[in-house]
């Protein structure tokens, strides 16, 4: 574990209220400043007596290992995508297939430190406000922390099947009465009086374990830098954590060159998108975002203005797709590379082959796109965009017939 402080993103105030999730000062966003002096002393080989995963990376995190809560997260694959890269005429392009992490989502990077930090605490409750991968992690957390898990959402506005996850691992989820602000000011109200500590993405912890994702490409990579790294952008704080955890690199002296970041936003909702082909640093909330990929259906995104900052510096880029693009993004992934994403992370795929075709990405880079979650998460987009099942006769004939078509 690294010592380390809670700063405001904004003001630098220091803020050493645990259960705060906005600078008491400004009302900035908070972040986590490491102080990595020791980690210089270092090399990248010294963390692989640790198998890969986000744990290896411990030094780099707010968190002490003897509070771990794990499910052994992280250590997806990077899969070397020569297949896809032919179809989209791209020399190098490589797939960080974040859906085999234990609940299918990039999430539980970010929730591994996060409750063992609650842990740390002594907190016996936590908390959060959503309908998706952050509850069904949160959940899974909670459970083997033996801790209890409530899910704040709005009354009669909640699809049963989106929260499987959570109701199976035994969260109490919780129907308010009010829209989704009234259950988050809720929850936040009860992270204040200390009943519950709030896992939602404003919380500064989650992006610490997030960056590993960044550390493991360059593991895998045998830190041979990519020159850009793709993503989806929903609420943001993803694209921010591995910004982080470059500069972190950078500051230890691990790497010199910066991958440019991308950041792929749904067309229907595009806070981010839409500020930077603007040239501005923040952004306009959108009301009413829409989009079949729902785990980046989000108008006011929490670290929104983190991500606008991680963009300029990287001197990436960041773009809309359409939905029609996720769907035909995600089939191509499934039938050139055998890897289900869910139709959020596909976005970053349809990103790259629009940036290819645009100019922007130049087809001789090495381009690693993260693939946030699985594509099992979402049946119902799967199979309403793929052909029905084939009826046959009960014969060899009838079979060769149809395969031959
Ligand atoms: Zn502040």
């Known amino acids: 574990m690294a010592d380390h402080k809670v700063v405001c993103w904004d003001c630098s105030s220091v803020v050493d209220d645990p259960y705060v999730n906005n600078c008491p000062k400004c009302g900035g966003l908070l972040t986590v400043k490491m102080d990595l002096r020791p980690v210089k002393e270092m090399r990248p080989e010294d963390l692989r007596k640790e198998n890969i995963g986000v744990w290896r990376y411990a030094p780099f995190m707010p968190v002490d290992p003897s509070n771990k809560v794990s499910i052994q997260e992280g250590g997806t694959p990077l899969y070397k995508t020569d297949r896809l890269s032919k179809e989209l005429g791209v020399s190098q392009a490589y797939v960080k297939f974040e859906g085999l992490n234990p609940t ?26 959503s309908t998706g991968n952050t509850s069904a992690s949160l959940a899974a957390y909670a459970a083997k922390a033996d801790m209890k898990c409530a899910v704040f959402l709005p009354s009669g506005k909640v699809a049963a099947g989106k929260l499987a996850q959570a109701l199976f691992y035994g969260a109490k989820v919780l129907s308010i009465d009010g829209n989704f602000d009234d259950a988050l000011d809720l929850a936040l109200k009860m992270a204040e009086e200390r009943k519950i500590y709030l896992l939602n993405s404003i919380n500064p912890y989650r992006p610490e374990g997030q960056k590993s994702v960044l550390f493991e490409i360059m593991d895998q990579l045998r830190y041979n830098v990519p020159d850009r790294i793709i993503l989806p952008v929903g609420n943001a704080a993803n694209i921010w954590a591995v910004y982080k ?17 991308t950041g792929i936003q749904a067309e229907g909702s595009a806070p981010v998108a839409k500020a930077f082909a603007a040239g501005k640093k923040d952004f306009i909330a959108e009301e009413h975002p829409e989009t079949i990929a729902t785990a980046i259906r989000i108008g006011n995104p929490v670290s929104g203005r983190k991500a606008l900052h991680a963009i300029y510096d990287t001197k990436g880029f960041s773009t809309t797709v359409t939905d029609k693009e996720i769907i035909s993004a995600q089939q191509l992934l499934g039938k050139k590379e055998g890897v289900c994403v869910e139709p959020a992370s596909a976005a970053s795929i349809a990103g790259l082959k629009k940036l290819l075709s645009m100019g922007i990405i130049d087809k001789n880079e090495k381009v690693v796109c993260i693939c946030t979650g699985n594509g099992l998460k979402d049946p119902d987009t799967i199979m309403d965009n793929s052909p029905p099942v084939i009826p046959c006769k009960n014969s060899v004939k009838d079979v060769e017939r149809i395969l031959n078509q």
């Open 245 to 261: 955890a470059i500069q972190e690199l950078k500051e230890v002296g691990w790497i010199s060159k910066v991958p440019k970041l």
């Open 104 to 129: 299918g989502s990039f999430k539980d990077r970010g929730m591994t430190i996060g409750v063992s930090h609650a842990k740390e605490l002594g907190a016996k409750v936590v908390g959060c406000a």
